[in-house]
């Protein structure tokens, strides 16, 4: 997949650090309000093309975690809403880039590591007061080696 088969968010924040990301190799951009990001290209569901946006990551263990947030929105994130038909995406963490299978978290391993989640980015702790959607949890599974 080449840089030009892939969509890049409308948001105009988020399309300009996902450029700055992946134009310097994952040098630069890589934090958002003092977090890690990642980028996150997934395919769409009715499109079929590949999509692109920057989010928060965590981890555990080997597996990264991102959160669809959505900022607290009472609806989940079309990125998340592509996930859940099409798991199989690829990533940008840092300089590396490699392929993975996403997986929303059950209830108690969503519970387990929410903690966490909030310590690297304390606003999720307000969206989830702010939505009565349940917000998921996407575990990220490296595949590739």
């Known amino acids: ?48 093309l590949w999509r692109r946006t920057v989010l928060i990551y965590g981890r555990d263990g080997d597996d990264l975690l991102i959160v669809a947030s959505n900022g607290g929105a009472d609806t989940d994130p079309q990125w998340y809403v592509n996930l859940r038909d099409n798991p199989d995406v690829r990533l940008r963490v840092g300089t590396e880039r490699f392929a993975a299978r996403a997986q929303t978290l059950t209830p108690a391993e969503k519970e387990r590591v929410w903690g966490s989640l909030v310590e690297l980015f304390a606003p999720y702790a307000e969206y989830r007061e702010k939505t009565d959607r349940d917000i998921p949890v996407v575990r990220l599974t490296r595949t590739d080696g």
């Open 1 to 48: 997949m080449s840089e030009s088969d892939v969509v890049i968010s409308p948001a105009g924040w988020v399309a300009r650090q996902a450029r700055t990301y992946e134009e310097s190799g994952g040098t630069r951009g890589t934090t958002v309000q003092g977090a890690p990001c990642l980028l996150l290209d997934y395919r769409g569901r009715r499109s079929g």
